[in-house]
């Protein structure tokens, strides 16, 4: 899964630190949904990245379970918004998850999409080494468009183009083959009629008041 929703700006426009922002109403809704879609699921183990926003949703979808935190698996980790020139943060922002992401890319000018492989693949080797027949991941965006990638292809090839609404599910079949079952499956909005912004173009509309104050 992705965590709920969550605001990544303050009441005033403000940005926030991504690493402390909680659910927000929305987001605690979201994972309700699923919870209710996932109640029929034993899952043996329910691993999450640690951040707030993805134990939040974790303890809502599985309530009874021992949450366990791999901070391995935290999102990728972006730079300074101040300093991405003016001209260029749209860009940054509204494409970066599109096509076939080259390995070199960063994330809003801070981590690479190669760094990210370099911590995420271990942590699914570690967590395929366990003896479990259904586990929970509670995860991020940019690191779910990793495990689905790495499922398609079996290499470190990112494919940018799934998109990750908050509180979706992701199901895969790990064995001898990795079968992808369901991606983005949104419990409150199954066929995304609500809107067709991608999660980072909802992110740069918020970001707006914040921008506006600062030319």
Same mark, same amino acid.
């Given at each position: 899964? =992705?965590?709920?929703?969550?605001?990544?700006?303050?009441? !005033?426009?403000?940005? %926030? =630190?991504?690493?402390?922002?909680?659910?927000?109403?929305? +987001?605690?809704?979201?994972?309700?949904?699923?919870?209710?879609?996932?109640?029929?699921?034993?899952?043996?183990?329910?691993?999450?990245?640690?951040? /707030?926003?993805?134990?939040?949703?974790? #303890? @809502?979808?599985?309530?009874? *379970?021992?949450?366990? =935190?791999?901070?391995?698996? #935290?999102?990728?980790?972006?730079?300074?918004?101040?300093?991405?020139? +003016?001209?260029?943060?749209?860009?940054?922002?509204? !494409?970066?998850? =599109? $096509?076939?992401?080259?390995?070199? /890319?960063?994330?809003?000018?801070?981590?690479? @999409?190669?760094?990210?492989?370099?911590?995420?693949?271990?942590?699914?080797?570690?967590?395929?080494?366990?003896?479990?027949?259904?586990?929970?991941?509670?995860?991020?965006? +940019?690191?779910?468009?990793?495990?689905?990638?790495?499922? %398609?292809?079996?290499? *470190?090839?990112? %494919? $940018?183009?799934?998109? #990750? &609404?908050?509180?979706? @599910?992701? %199901?895969?079949?790990?064995?001898?083959?990795?079968?992808?079952? &369901?991606?983005?499956?949104?419990?409150?909005?199954?066929? !995304?009629?609500?809107?067709?912004?991608?999660?980072?173009?909802?992110?740069?509309?918020?970001?707006?008041?914040?921008?506006? *104050?600062?030319?």
């Amino acid at each position: 899964m =992705r965590h709920g929703a969550v605001s990544y700006v303050d009441a !005033h426009g403000d940005p %926030l =630190r991504p690493d402390s922002v909680s659910l927000n109403a929305e +987001g605690r809704a979201q994972a309700a949904a699923a919870a209710e879609v996932l109640e029929d699921v034993a899952f043996d183990r329910v691993v999450t990245s640690g951040l /707030a926003r993805s134990v939040e949703t974790a #303890q @809502i979808v599985a309530p009874e *379970r021992e949450i366990e =935190r791999w901070p391995e698996l #935290q999102e990728l980790r972006g730079g300074r918004l101040a300093d991405i020139p +003016g001209d260029e943060l749209e860009e940054a922002f509204v !494409h970066a998850f =599109r $096509g076939v992401v080259p390995n070199d /890319a960063t994330f809003l000018r801070g981590e690479s @999409i190669s760094t990210l492989w370099d911590r995420v693949l271990p942590a699914l080797e570690r967590l395929l080494a366990d003896e479990w027949d259904s586990a929970l991941a509670v995860l991020h965006g +940019g690191v779910n468009r990793a495990i689905l990638s790495w499922a %398609l292809t079996g290499e *470190r090839l990112y %494919l $940018g183009g799934f998109e #990750q &609404a908050p509180g979706c @599910i992701n %199901l895969i079949d790990i064995g001898d083959d990795w079968i992808v079952r &369901a991606v983005n499956l949104a419990p409150l909005d199954l066929v !995304h009629a609500a809107g067709r912004l991608t999660t980072m173009e909802h992110y740069w509309q918020e970001l707006q008041p914040y921008r506006e *104050r600062s030319l």
